[in-house]
């Protein structure tokens, strides 16, 4: 792995950490002014994780078979579609463009849509990392992927409050504008991986 295919790799982790933090800070507040619940705001993130946590393990099965590469990218496309997707409805709503009542369904599939999908990307990452660091690096690796997760939602309210005087939506779009480059750069400049390699492994022979 090159230091420049690793580099993309925390940078989509960055990204992923900057609009996880940022919504979970925006969103409630937004919801609840246009209407909705503490309990319904609550509900849709709790949803969203529930999913996240069942798919993860699930996706980090999809690279072995689908490749990490190409998991690591899908799992930023969601991503970058869940952020459109949650504040596009508080945008319509906020603007009488459209009735309320469609605005916890529509957020509730905007932030599944990330829990399903946006999940992806961290089990390909620390996969293809696995696969391509030895034994003694291979921590570290994984503790600087972390760490540039971790970051991200650090940076994400302080960024995203910066963006949001431009106007709400301005967050929104250029985290998952971050996404994708994110994406674009991981498939420039990662090697597509295949499955797991099993030449490691010593067969039995008989005797």
């Given at each position: 792995?090159?230091?420049?295919?690793s580099?993309?790799?925390?940078?989509?982790?960055?990204?992923?950490?900057?609009?996880?933090?940022?919504?979970?800070?925006?969103?409630?507040?937004?919801?609840?002014?246009?209407?909705?619940?503490?309990?319904?705001?609550?509900?849709?993130?709790?949803?969203?994780?529930?999913?996240?946590?069942?798919?993860?393990?699930s996706?980090?099965?999809?690279?072995?078979?689908?490749?990490?590469?190409?998991?690591?990218?899908?799992?930023?496309?969601?991503?970058?579609?869940?952020l459109?997707?949650?504040?596009?409805?508080?945008?319509?709503?906020?603007r009488?463009?459209?009735?309320?009542?469609?605005?916890?369904?529509?957020?509730?599939?905007?932030?599944?849509?990330?829990?399903l999908?946006?999940?992806?990307?961290?089990?390909?990452?620390?996969?293809?990392?696995?696969?391509?660091?030895?034994?003694?690096k291979?921590?570290?690796?994984?503790?600087?992927?972390?760490?540039?997760?971790?970051?991200?939602?650090?940076?994400?309210?302080?960024?995203?409050?910066?963006?949001?005087?431009?106007?709400?939506?301005?967050?929104?779009?250029?985290?998952?504008?971050?996404?994708?480059?994110?994406?674009?750069?991981?498939?420039k400049?990662?090697?597509?991986?295949?499955?797991?390699?099993?030449?490691?492994?010593?067969?039995?022979?008989?005797?």
């Open positions: 792995m090159t230091n420049k295919g580099s993309w790799l925390k940078f989509g982790l960055f990204t992923v950490g900057l609009g996880q933090s940022f919504v979970f800070v925006i969103v409630p507040p937004l919801a609840r002014d246009l209407g909705l619940t503490e309990v319904q705001t609550s509900l849709i993130f709790a949803i969203s994780a529930i999913a996240w946590a069942l798919t993860s393990a996706w980090g099965r999809a690279s072995d078979k689908y490749g990490r590469r190409n998991i690591a990218i899908l799992g930023l496309l969601g991503y970058a579609l869940s459109i997707a949650m504040i596009t409805p508080l945008f319509l709503v906020e009488n463009i459209l009735d309320v009542t469609f605005l916890f369904p529509l957020l509730i599939m905007g932030r599944l849509l990330n829990g999908v946006g999940s992806a990307t961290r089990p390909a990452a620390f996969a293809y990392v696995a696969d391509n660091s030895t034994h003694d291979r921590t570290v690796k994984f503790a600087r992927l972390e760490s540039s997760f971790l970051l991200g939602t650090v940076a994400g309210p302080l960024f995203g409050g910066f963006l949001i005087l431009i106007t709400k939506e301005t967050p929104f779009y250029v985290f998952s504008f971050f996404a994708l480059v994110a994406a674009l750069g991981i498939y400049n990662l090697e597509p991986t295949n499955t797991v390699s099993y030449t490691h492994l010593t067969l039995p022979t008989k005797a």
